[in-house]
């Protein structure tokens, strides 16, 4: 029979995303409740990750880790210059979740490869090379579900790492996007903005509709109203989108002293397009940017981000994906990472 998390969630008297934290050793679960799942999974007989033996034998297979591949019109120019692969700058988000996915499927026995392609429109080559997989972890998210639902059509055991897919339930691992932005938009009205813009992600990924709802949600805490004119939308994960949003933005002529951006990399183009329009930052505007990317402490000023432990997020995505292929627990699990504000020195007080 199989064990269910609402069958050890019944037995440790707790709510089945209590006994989804112990099991993925989340940090905000005390100890005293650890200890009581900890007895229930061990009494109902639930495997947990990593108790398989050598003597057992090692899995055998390849596991592939799929990346978006970007349209070629997102690889545009910006003012004439040279235009550059938009896909080279998401090296950062991937390589962070991908090395942490390899470091523990390695340890298993498995071969991992890595692949580009649509999301959007994957090709029956992608779908047929999938397909053949033993398990698969797709990093970031979507919003056409061709490609999910081949694999789920198939029987092929899945992933989701760094986003979700709204109500089409998946097992995914991601960061508490919403938690975040309402984190990023309270520091700022700390800081006396009460004008606060959002230049938000492409609409392809449900990620920046939580990143919307957690910027509504840190206004409505602080009581202060929402302007739909202070939001618009990158185009392209690409800061030649962001350049163009934020232009966008500057253009309609509405006051604001802070804004914050989805992505570190898209914020380099929010921030050439504001010091193109003769502001400074962040003494005339704050910025604040999404998963604090290496590049961020050498950015002028340096950049504040919202960070995301991206490596220890790839490697929860591949442990469920082993936990699925040892024992399909028929649960979709959605696993949330807290997001952590750095300040640096892109954001200040609000002018005046």
Not at 183 to 191: D, F, G, N, S
Not at 301 to 316: A, C, F, K, N
């Amino acid at each position: 029979m199989r064990i269910k998390l609402r069958d050890i969630a019944e037995r440790a008297n707790v709510s089945a995303s209590t006994v989804s934290r112990v099991i993925n050793n989340h940090p905000q679960v005390d100890q005293q409740t650890r200890e009581t799942v900890m007895v229930a999974l061990t009494q109902l007989g639930y495997p947990l990750f990593n108790t398989k033996t050598s003597s057992e034998g090692e899995l055998e297979g390849t596991i592939t880790v799929i990346t978006r591949s970007e349209p070629d019109q997102n690889n545009q120019s910006v003012n004439n210059e040279q235009p550059v692969d938009s896909n080279r700058f998401y090296n950062d988000f991937n390589l962070a979740i991908t090395e942490g996915i390899e470091t523990v499927i390695r340890k298993r026995g498995l071969r991992t490869q890595m692949e580009r392609m649509s999301f959007e429109k994957p090709t029956e080559k992608d779908l047929a090379l999938l397909i053949r997989s033993k398990g698969v972890v797709i990093v970031g998210g979507m919003k056409e579900l061709q490609l999910v639902n081949k694999l789920e059509k198939a029987g092929v055991p899945f992933v989701v790492a760094g986003a979700h897919l709204g109500e089409h339930e998946v097992n995914c691992v991601l960061g508490n996007y919403l938690e975040g932005t309402a984190r990023a938009v309270a520091a700022l009205i700390e800081l006396g903005h009460t004008r606060i813009a959002l230049v938000n992600g492409p609409t392809t990924t449900t990620t920046s509709k939580d990143k919307l709802k957690g910027y509504k949600l840190g206004l409505s805490e602080a009581k202060l109203p929402f302007d739909p004119e202070l939001i618009v939308t990158s185009g392209a994960f690409h800061p030649n989108g962001c350049y163009k949003a934020t232009q966008e933005l500057l253009n309609r002529n509405r006051h604001f002293t802070a804004v914050i951006f989805p992505d570190d990399l898209l914020a380099l183009g929010g921030l050439r397009a504001i010091r193109e329009k003769g502001l400074r930052v962040p003494e005339d505007v704050s910025v604040i940017g999404f998963y604090n990317y290496a590049i961020t402490q050498f950015t002028e000023p340096p950049l504040s981000t919202i960070h995301l432990e991206r490596q220890r997020l790839g490697e929860i995505a591949a442990r469920r994906l082993l936990n699925l292929l040892e024992h399909s627990d028929g649960e979709h699990l959605q696993i949330m990472l807290p997001m952590k504000l750095i300040l640096r020195a892109s954001t200040g007080p609000a002018p005046g």
